[in-house]
């Protein structure tokens, strides 16, 4: 898959190091219940390697310099009935855009090559960079719930007309 700066693939061995270096970096994982861990990331990625459809994983690296911009996915919600577009992004490429770029493809792959009807989006309530990201790209305000000890908004979108520039 692909955006006007980016491609978006499929996941490989060959990007557990790059994958774990985000997840493990304290600032891009501050909202997200901290960096994870050299043992609990083996397990993780081989999960992600060996999910099937419809959850997706893809690493998103920069077209003109295959430099990695970083990780973003569709999978279960927590309520295990919708899904939920999830996303990390290395702070080098933090606002510049690419995060909403990125995001709207992947919900646009989720409404139409997936058939979702809803497609969730959860962060920490005092994440005001991600609120606006996911206001930007035509996700609304659907709940708040306390998890993992924080605050947390819940944002969906419902139709590829409603997701702004899809």
Do not use: C
């Not at 959850?55 to 279960?76: C, D, H, L």
């Not at 927590?78 to 577009?85: L, R, T």
């Amino acid at each position: 898959m692909e955006t006007s700066r980016t491609v978006l693939s499929k996941p490989t061995a060959m990007d557990y190091d790059e994958v774990f270096a985000l997840q493990s970096n304290q600032q891009t994982r501050q909202y997200l219940g901290g960096p994870v861990t050299k043992e609990e990331f083996p397990e993780k990625f081989k999960d992600i390697l060996d999910a099937k459809v419809p959850e997706s994983y893809w690493v998103v690296r920069q077209k003109e310099t295959n430099a990695f911009i970083g990780f973003v996915s569709i999978a279960k919600y927590h309520d295990q009935i919708h899904y939920e577009v999830s996303y990390e992004l290395d702070p080098e490429f933090w606002g510049d855009g690419y995060g909403a770029e990125i995001i709207e493809k992947v919900i646009s792959y989720g409404f139409k090559d997936l058939s979702l009807e809803e497609i969730y989006a959860e962060t920490q309530k005092k994440n005001a960079a991600s609120i606006r990201l996911l206001e930007k790209v035509g996700m609304q305000l659907k709940s708040e719930v306390e998890r993992f000890g924080e605050q947390q908004v819940v944002y969906a979108v419902k139709t590829l007309s409603r997701a702004r520039g899809i």
